[in-house]
């Protein structure tokens, strides 16, 4: 059964830093672009960033474009977003999300992406 676990969400002053990671079982994320979306309290889910299967292609939304990185261990079967900078608006459930198959782009479009994590919360407060 394929799974995502997402992992890393805590409570944090403004200007701090987190880490969340994307785990995944049940498959092998190489064949997969991984896709981190967020959505906060009364808003839509948006796309924070994404990232193909092989990393060659890496997109972020412009609200957090300079300040988080997308990255993949695919030997630990593992994608992950490293936040800076982080501001009391970037405070939501982060998601992260699977699509399979070779695309030339990194979509930040969730209905793109058909396996889905449970989520992880972010606060940002001081």
């Known amino acids: 059964q394929l799974q995502l676990v997402e992992s890393g969400g805590a409570l944090v002053q403004p200007g701090g830093s987190l880490r969340l990671s994307c785990a995944a079982s049940?498959?092998?994320?190489?064949?997969?672009?991984i896709g981190w979306f967020r959505q906060a309290p009364g808003k839509e889910r948006e796309g924070v960033s994404a990232i193909s299967r092989t990393a060659a292609i890496i997109n972020y939304s412009n609200s957090v474009k300079g300040r988080f990185t997308i990255s993949r261990d695919n030997a630990r079967n593992t994608v992950y977003l490293q936040m800076n900078s982080l501001k009391p608006e970037d405070t939501a459930v982060y998601y992260c999300?699977?699509?399979?198959?070779?695309?030339?782009?990194?979509?930040?479009?969730?209905?793109?992406?058909?396996?889905w994590g449970q989520g992880t919360q972010v606060t940002v407060s001081s």
């Open positions: 999300a699977a699509r399979s198959g070779a695309w030339r782009y990194a979509s930040l479009t969730q209905d793109e992406y058909p396996y």
């Open positions: 049940g498959f092998t994320l190489n064949s997969y672009d």
